[in-house]
């Protein structure tokens, strides 16, 4: 990730933010310091020491000036209407209402894991996804459970994912490139490990993407896929291609060719998918994932299939 | 308190278990608050401490959620809130000249319905775990469904407790300043604080029992098995919000308008100057106060709610920012041109402009959607809450410790320890919290147990965790400053700081009665005139027309307070009911029109008839015809009874055909409604009984006692009217 996404805002969306953000700042940071340099010419000039006190007499009483009040009443007051004004402008221009278009993605938040799927295209996957770059991509949000929030810092501002409602936002990356995302709406135990990576691809990279998503491998007849089918892991995983179909827990298809393992934790190796399937929480404390006490010849056995599901 | 002789010889414990005095009843407040501000504190520091490097493993995450819940929770319910209504409790009678509170039986009762409250809080550590889901609670996480622990039932529990207890303060701190002030002091010569509590109370009032309905809802659903904010069952997951956030940004206020009175209090007194725009900070005072019931969705931006709603709360949270810069500006100008004592407490005051105002200036930032949208639910916000609630609330109290504690004990603190703590506190303060709005910045959402390695995230927090380090050896330094200085602190004499309000006109610490003698009051700043009789304030500065004595009924104006109170829990009731009951479908719908409006209508009208017998007795017993106000109030009972009757009825009539309060939101809201209704139509026969015995034995206040009961049970009869046409009548 970028060191500040307001400074490197990598979509319109982001700069308009940005750029909003500059301004406010800057009328903000002004007013702070004339408030500040007020104080502190007040503890300059207006002080009276310790040991001059009982010399110094009680200063001119002053009790208020309209006039004054009235200024410091009203120039406020029209800053906040440009502020307002510019408020409602960038609401406009960053998330404009989707209107009839259909989603080109849809994800769907659950503790604590993203659910992505592309309708025009039938894919499914979890926690790593593409969409093109220089393209504006309409994102569907829904929540399978709690209250979570859509946040890529540097793509566009966030919005919450709300059970039994759908929201939207617009993604529309200048360049390629990969980004963070993260949940923003604290939604339980593991809300900090609900990470997520997108990766911004040129239009060819991403049609090929597509494809390689769409690609399902016929049903296997390695030892693992035994073991996955008798240690009941399709009552939450779905692998396509295979009677797994559930949507419980991510979408296992092209599992090896994700970069992280648990919504961002830990690399994905075979070190760190072992343990994984030793002891969940001994990666990701509280995860829904169960511990199923599995054999050392069955975690083997898992890896080494789960490892062709590329 | 007339048994003043036999209280001073019990054992301490005693004493202070069972006074009644405003005084020590504020000065259980500010140890009770000074403890927990302990653990609070402590709370805080794990929270830094687990936070400092990335990848930290000291705390579990589901440890870590309870401790940031409790600490949100116990700095906002425990310690801000409590510590501003124990200044209170102390400082309004004093600076009004009374000798109590209005109702100090009621003024003990809000403090140990406090304590109890805070201890029933930590009692859920024990019981399987404290709450974790948000100081906020958000539903459906907040539900059994998510936190099937009993922790969240301990935070509703706790926080009914307390909110009974604040309304409780708020209606007597109202009524105190309403009907006991000295002779002379009106309303516009009242000393700012006074004026902001005043202000502060109101919205308790009405702040309160909107979180009430609430948590009681949250508590059905937890524990009755209703649906209201279950989404997956019909129920709605952002009415929690709404209801949650239309008493959550009062309560902003309600932690902010005391500290503004402490300052508006300070300031003047170390620049030697009298406030500069006195009716202007009133003034902006209530204006805040009106705006805060209009902003609440500013914390919902993110929700997705649409242009237009979210257009009208920016335009109320930036019109919020007015009359609160218009106080920055008046302390700023009372400090210009004075001759300015840089005390501890001043040090506090003027520390407490600066940092306000950046937690002021971030939270208009907020009110530029798109930009809350950015960092809404980021370490930005934390950063602002802080500067807000720390920088600017905290400071203000540090200060009105080092100000107040003089009057309070008769003891100096130590200036030397304060400075020390100040520059301490100051330096730590600005180290966690200013670095924590880069953090939300670039990316690092709040409310995470931990956080992954980026580039300078590490570096970042670890400052903060520096920072933290820092205040909290200022706490200590100031905790050490008091017990030294309770022990063989520096004798302060009646007025340390040469200060004008009534509070320096008596003994520090003042008699059990408050006063010898009161000076006389013709301005805002009477120790000034009688110091200064060459130049005294009233020949310069016109404060309305002279006081005409007139101070109103107690019994009346505590009445219909409380009624203003309740009138807010039954309107969010009622809301849950257009909400949930009104847009009633399918099987909702059925049970709805199983209702029956006539036989309902034949009790409804029982009960407006007692509303007419109870009118009846009152008019009576003025006449004094006492036999016939019996009668009357017995028929009233009797009428009451009927409608009772009447409700049980049509209860056990659903109950029959198996609609119970957990089979359909309808159910839920119906239920809930009417059966507080209920609740309330019963607590009002008990009163009535009472009443009846008061006006035969001819009881002295008997008369005072049934005109309180009656306008109570007048109002129930309207909120019925009101509950009778939504349920009944509207299809």
Not at chain 1, 193 to 213: D, G, T, V
Not at chain 2, 187 to 209: G, T
Not at chain 2, 653 to 681: N, P, R, Y
């Amino acid at each position: 990730m970028q060191l500040c996404p307001l400074i490197s805002a990598a979509s319109p969306q982001a700069d308009s933010v940005a750029t909003l953000f500059g301004w406010v700042l800057g009328v903000c940071g002004c007013i702070f310091l004339g408030i500040w340099l007020a104080t502190a010419i007040c503890s300059r000039r207006f002080r009276v020491h310790p040991h001059e006190e009982e010399s110094t007499p009680d200063p001119k009483q002053i009790y208020g000036s309209r006039r004054l009040e009235l200024i410091w009443t009203v120039i406020p007051a029209i800053i906040v209407g440009v502020f307002a004004v510019a408020a409602i402008a960038g609401m406009q221009t960053i998330l404009p209402p989707m209107g009839d278009q259909k989603p080109d993605i849809i994800v769907t938040g659950h503790q604590w894991w993203w659910e992505i799927h592309y309708p025009e295209h039938g894919v499914v996957t979890a926690n790593e996804f593409a969409i093109p770059a220089g393209k504006k991509t309409l994102v569907q949000l829904e929540s399978a459970d709690v209250i979570h929030s859509f946040w890529i810092p540097e793509l566009a501002p966030k919005q919450d994912m709300i059970p039994g409602a759908s929201r939207h936002i617009w993604l529309e990356p200048y360049e390629p490139g990969k980004f963070s995302g993260v949940c923003a709406e604290f939604c339980g135990t593991q809300h900090a490990w609900m990470r997520f990576e997108i990766s911004s691809l040129a239009p060819e990279e991403f049609a090929s993407w597509i494809a390689k998503q769409k690609a399902v491998a016929a049903a296997s007849t390695m030892e693992g896929a035994k073991v996955f089918d008798e240690m009941n892991c399709r009552e939450c995983h779905s692998i396509q291609g295979t009677e797994a179909t559930a949507n419980v827990a991510p979408d296992l298809t092209h599992f090896a060719s994700r970069e992280t393992l648990a919504s961002g934790v830990v690399p994905n190796n075979r070190e760190n998918l072992t343990q994984w399937l030793q002891d969940p929480d001994s990666i990701k404390p509280g995860s829904h994932m169960p511990n199923f006490n599995l054999s050392g010849t069955d975690i083997s056995a898992l890896v080494a299939y789960l490892e062709t599901l590329r | 308190m007339g048994n003043l002789e036999s209280q001073q010889q019990l054992p301490w414990f005693y004493r202070w278990t069972t006074t009644l005095d405003h005084k020590k009843i504020g000065i259980l407040y500010l140890w009770t608050t000074l403890f927990f501000f302990a653990v609070g504190g402590m709370e805080a520091m794990l929270i830094r401490i687990q936070l400092s490097s990335p990848g930290n493993s000291l705390l579990s995450p589901e440890v870590y959620n309870q401790i940031f819940t409790m600490h949100g929770t116990t700095m906002v319910f425990l310690v801000v809130m409590p510590v501003l209504i124990g200044f209170a409790n102390y400082l309004v009678p004093l600076m009004i000249g009374a000798r109590d509170m209005a109702f100090p039986r009621l003024n003990a009762f809000s403090y140990w319905l406090y304590l109890l409250g805070g201890i029933l809080l930590h009692v859920s550590f024990l019981a399987g775990g404290a709450p974790a889901a948000g100081w906020f609670s958000y539903a459906p996480l907040a539900g059994m469904g998510f936190s099937s622990t009993p922790g969240i039932d301990y935070w509703v529990i706790a926080l009914l407790v307390m909110g009974i207890g604040s309304v409780g303060s708020g209606i007597n701190l109202i009524v105190t300043i309403l009907t006991m002030r000295a002779e002379g002091m009106t309303m516009r010569r009242v000393p700012l604080f006074v004026w902001m509590i005043f202000v502060n109370s109101f919205l308790i009032v009405m702040a309160m029992p909107i979180l009430n309905a609430s948590i009681i809802m949250l508590l059905v659903d937890r524990q009755l098995h209703t649906h209201f904010f279950d989404p997956a069952q019909g129920g709605s997951a952002l009415v929690w919000q709404h209801f949650f956030w239309a008493f959550g940004h009062p309560e902003v206020y309600i932690m902010a308008l005391p500290a503004f009175g402490m300052i508006s209090e300070m300031i003047p007194v170390f620049s030697r100057k009298p406030i500069f725009g006195y009716t202007f900070i009133a003034g902006s005072t209530v204006a805040i106060a009106l705006l805060s019931f209009g902003v609440w969705a500013h914390h919902m931006f993110a929700v997705g709610l649409g242009t237009h709603f979210n257009a009208v709360f920016a335009i109320g949270s930036m019109l919020i920012a007015v009359p609160t810069g218009v106080k920055i500006f008046n302390w700023i100008a009372t400090m210009w041109g004075g001759a300015i004592r840089y005390t501890t407490a001043m040090n506090f005051a003027v520390a407490f402009l600066v940092e306000f105002v950046i937690g002021g200036l971030s939270g208009v930032m907020f009110a530029v959607v798109p930009i809350d949208w950015q960092v809404t639910d980021s370490y930005f916000v934390v950063a602002h809450i802080h500067y807000v609630l720390f920088g600017g609330t905290l400071f203000a109290v540090f200060g009105a410790v080092y100000y107040w504690f003089p009057k309070i004990s008769g003891r100096l603190l130590c200036p030397k320890l304060g400075k020390w703590h100040f520059w301490v506190t100051v330096i730590g303060f600005n180290l966690t919290f200013l670095v924590q709005h880069f953090l939300g910045l670039m990316g690092m959402p709040r409310r995470v147990y931990t956080y992954p390695d980026e580039p300078w995230w590490g570096v970042l927090n670890g400052l903060s965790t520096l920072g933290a380090i820092l205040m909290f050896i200022g706490a200590a330094i100031f905790f050490y400053n008091i017990i030294r200085t309770l022990r063989r602190g520096k004798l302060a004499g009646d007025n340390p700081w040469n200060a004008w309000t009534l509070e320096w006109a008596t003994t520090s610490p003042p008699p059990e009665n408050n006063f010898e003698r009161l000076p006389v009051i013709k301005s805002r700043r009477p120790l000034w005139d009688l110091k200064n009789p060459d130049r005294p304030d009233w020949k310069f500065e016109h404060t309305g027309p002279e006081d005409s004595g007139h101070r109103g009924s107690k019994a009346l104006a505590s009445v219909k307070l409380f009624l203003l109170s309740e009138s807010f829990f039954f309107f969010a009731l009622m809301a849950s009911f257009v909400i949930f009951g009104l847009r009633a479908t399918g099987a909702d719908a059925a049970a709805r029109d199983s209702l029956d409006a006539v036989r309902t209508g034949i009790f409804t009208f029982f009960l407006i008839a007692s509303s007419g017998t109870v009118w009846f007795a009152e008019r009576s017993l003025r006449k004094g015809k006492t036999g016939v106000a019996v009668l009357g109030l017995l028929a009233t009972i009797g009428l009451g009874l009927v409608f009772l009757s009447g409700q049980g009825t049509e209860y056990l009539g659903l109950w029959k055909e198996g609609i119970t309060v957990d089979s359909t939101l309808f159910a839920s809201s119906f239920f809930t409604l009417t059966g507080f209704h209920a609740f309330h139509v019963l607590l009002g026969l008990v009163a009535l009984g009472i009443t009846t015995v008061l006006v035969q034995v001819k009881r002295k206040g008997a008369e005072t006692c049934l005109g309180a009961i009656s306008l109570y049970w007048h109002f129930v009869d309207v909120v019925w009217i009101l509950v009778f046409v939504l349920v009944y009548l509207v299809k």
